[in-house]
């Protein structure tokens, strides 16, 4: 009795959390799909035990620079700035001078104009996308994509989150692929996925039964009837092997059924009158 209940609470829980996951479904850096009957779900912000923001990093933003561009970024969210914001001759698009950085996801700077800081935004919290690195290989991390339109030029951010489940390694070198295109990479939990064995899974095992014995049955078929027809010589219906024992297995069946529902039913009075003897 106590383990039907536990097992009906377990059935409402699993329901329930599938509800919550439905109903967030749309909320930025989660994502589920599924490969091979396994359901792989990613879920990059949503709190772990070490890890209670998950990916969004706890000091409201992520900092890396490589050849004297640095760019500042925050995952899933817009970033904030509680100690060393960034410093820009202009901050358009991402917040403005007094809150430079407070506006968008992404913000890159180099110096340019006679050793000033000049900032672009190259992402914007909108605009964020989250997707797997490799569709081939689910476990490989997620890529998180970003981007701005400004007015002189099209930017973009791409973070690849590599899955480790034990380590956290935060971001080492920014790498430029196009004109106003960076990406940069970083190793944390929450790139890795929770995985599920699909639902129909059990089916899928039966069904693969089912069709293996078919299959071996059309073999054992089609192999009797040629032995039959090329080696014994035998034409017509003879052909197919045990013709007499498949032409009775109707009435066989019906009568096993007919002893299997007796047997159910329990010795009643009538029974003998009401079905045929068996003859084996
Ligand atoms: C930016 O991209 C959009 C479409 O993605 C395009 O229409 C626009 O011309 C691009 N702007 C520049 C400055 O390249
Ligand atoms: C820095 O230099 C390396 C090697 O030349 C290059 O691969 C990388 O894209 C550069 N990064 C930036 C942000 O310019």
Sequence with gaps: MQLRCLSLHIISLLIISTLVAISSASSICEFSFTQQNK???????SSSDTFPHGVV???GYYKVSSNGTVVWFQLCDGMIFNHDPPICFDCLDCGGPSRCGMGCSALMSNTILGGYPVCTTIGRTQSITANLIDKESPGMGVLVEMWHQGPAMNCSFSVSVICDSKKFQGPKTLIKTGTCD?????????GC?????????????????????????????IAGAAY?????????LDIIPNLEFWASL???????????????????QNYRSSYSPVDF
């Design 228 to 236: 039959r027809f090329f080696h014994l010589g035998i034409r017509g």
């Design 250 to 268: 109707p009435h066989r069946l019906q009568n096993s059924f007919s002893s299997l529902v007796r047997r159910f039913r329990g010795p009643s």
């Design 57 to 59: 990093s706890e000091d």
């Design 39 to 45: 359901l792989y779900t990613y879920s990059l912000a």
């Design 193 to 221: 996925a929770n995985v599920l064995a699909a639902k129909n899974n059990g089916w899928g095992w039966f069904s693969t039964l089912l069709i293996i014995l078919l299959c071996l049955f059309g073999i054992y078929l």
């Design 182 to 190: 960076f990406a940069t990479q970083i190793t944390h939990p929450a």
